[in-house]
């Protein structure tokens, strides 16, 4: 990074100095669902065409921004901001699960997608969520995990178990 900006001129630096220098004035914390944005409550929260009934929960920001760029997903999103962790002494606070727990009322969803990494911590906050919203699913929230698998254009050769464990479990019917 820095070979390349020692390569531009004066303008360019000054200009770049001041846009780091304000980079964090006028970005919000999105009060719904966690993405951070130029306004709150956020473009996505607030886009009228987005379907309100399903919101897709993320451990962070990057993961949104990835979905986002794909263009596969028209719900909303909720941003954990976290993961359960004992390895890094991480698990989801008090205020996060009580910042989902609005949401999902608020927005009054009907599905909760819950799109963790596929990796143990991925699980474990999974696992987690499941619990926390045991009772919602009780009467009638429908929860939801990605599906895991090979990854298109690879091979069954060189997949490591878990993926061909993943593969194998969340299979579909062929119709
Ligand atoms: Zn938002």
Redesign the pocket.
Known sequence: MVFYLLRQDETFLSEMGDAVAGLKDGLFV??????V?DAN??S???DALRDRTTLCVIESIDDLVSFEQAGVYNG??HVLGGRVSPLEDQDLSQESVDFLLRHIENAEASEVIIATNPRMEGDLTYFTLLEILRDKREKGLRISRLAFGLPVGGSIEFADRMTLHTALESRTRAR
Do not use: A, D, H
């Open positions: 999105c009060g719904e669902c966690g993405n944005s409550p956020c996505i929260c607030r909303l999103y």
